[in-house]
C-alpha cells in the first residue's frame, strides 16, 4: 500500500506520522517545536527522513496554524511565528525531494472528521474564502480593550495555547511557556492559574455560541491535544450552558453538543494527508 508522511506542526510540539491511504497511521515520532526557522527546518527533515527508513513514501502532507495560501505560502503562523511570510510547501519540498502540500490545522482537523470544526466544509471541499481567510475564527472579537482591538479577540483572550501564556504571564512573576504547567498550577490550587482558565473558558465559550448562532451546526468537534483532558471538555462544556442559560434570546433553542475529536491529536497529520491523496 502507497504510504505518506502527515506532520502536524503546533506551537508546542511537531508531530510526524507515517501514514496510508486508508488514513491509519502505523508509526509516529514528536519533537518540540524549536524557536528558530533553520532548527524546525532541520527537525522536519530529519523526522522524514527517520520515518522513510520504513520504506517508501509518496509525499508529504503538513497541517499548521494560521492563514495558508495555495501555493503553500504562509500569510501568518499563529503560535510557529518563525514560520510567517515563507513557503514552507516549497522550502520542504527542496529538502526532502517529495511532493509536499501544506494545510491550515483547523482545516485538515475539519476534513479529517467530516465534521464542521473551526473550518467550513462544503459539499465535501473547504471553502476557503476571497483571500484563503475562512475559518480564522481565532480573530473574532469578544471582548473590549481600549488601546488595541486585537487584544479582545479570542487569540489574545487565551482561546490559544500562545493567548492562554500570554494571559498568565501578564501578571504572574513565575511566567510560564507552557500551558500544560498552568494547568498543574489550577490543579493545585493557585488562585492567578484558576482565574486565567476562568478568563479562558468564557472567552471560547462565547466565540462557540456565536459560531452555533451563525451556521447551526449538528456538531461542534474540538481537536487537537487539549480535547483529551476531560477536565477541559467538562468544564467547557458547563460553561456553554451557562453562557445559554443567560441569554434570554437563545437559551430556548437546542445548541449543537460539543465533543472531543473522534481523531484527537491525530486530525491535523491525516486531515493533511487525504488532501495529499485527492490532489493524486
Known amino acids: 500500500m502507497t504510504m505518506y508522511i502527515g506532520i502536524d506542526i503546533g506551537g508546542t510540539s511537531i508531530k510526524c506520522g507515517l501514514v496510508d491511504g486508508n488514513g491509519h497511521i502505523s508509526r509516529k515520532v514528536t519533537r518540540t517545536t524549536a524557536t528558530t526557522k533553520s532548527d524546525i527546518m532541520a527537525d522536519l527533515v530529519a523526522m522524514v527522513q527517520e520515518l522513510q527508513t520504513d520504506g517508501p513514501v509518496a509525499g508529504i502532507g503538513v497541517s499548521m496554524p494560521g492563514v495558508v495560501q495555495s501555493d503553500g505560502f504562509l500569510t501568518t503562523a499563529g503560535a510557529v511565528t518563525a514560520f510567517e511570510q515563507i513557503n514552507l510547501r516549497d522550502e520542504l519540498q527542496a529538502q526532502t525531494k517529495l511532493p509536499v ?15 464542521l470544526g473551526v473550518a467550513l466544509i462544503i459539499n465535501n471541499q473547504v471553502y476557503r ?16 480593550d481600549d488601546i488595541d482591538i486585537e487584544m479582545g479577540t479570542l487569540n489574545f483572550r487565551g482561546a490559544t495555547v500562545i493567548g492562554l501564556i500570554r494571559r498568565y504571564n501578564q501578571f504572574s512573576t513565575d511566567t510560564v511557556n507552557d500551558a500544560r504547567e498552568i494547568f498543574k498550577r489550577a490543579a493545585a490550587g493557585e488562585t492567578l492559574a484558576k482565574h486565567v482558565f476562568h478568563s479562558y473558558y468564557y472567552s471560547l465559550a462565547k466565540g462557540i455560541i456565536n459560531l452555533m448562532v451563525a451556521f447551526d451546526p449538528e456538531i461542534v468537534v474540538i481537536g487537537g491535544g487539549i480535547s483529551a483532558n476531560e477536565t477541559f471538555m467538562t468544564n467547557l462544556n458547563a460553561t456553554i450552558a451557562d453562557l445559554h442559560a443567560n441569554h434570554n434570546s437563545i437559551k430556548q433553542l437546542k445548541l449543537a453538543p460539543v465533543v472531543p475529536a473522534r481523531l484527537r491529536n491525530d486530525a491535523g497529520m491525516i486531515g493533511a494527508v487525504y488532501q495529499l491523496i485527492k490532489r493524486g
Open 129 to 144: 474564502g476571497a483571500h484563503a481567510r475562512s475559518g480564522e475564527f481565532g480573530w473574532m472579537v469578544v471582548d473590549d
Open 101 to 115: 502540500i501544506i494545510e491550515n490545522d483547523a482545516n485538515a482537523a475539519a476534513i479529517a472528521e467530516q465534521w
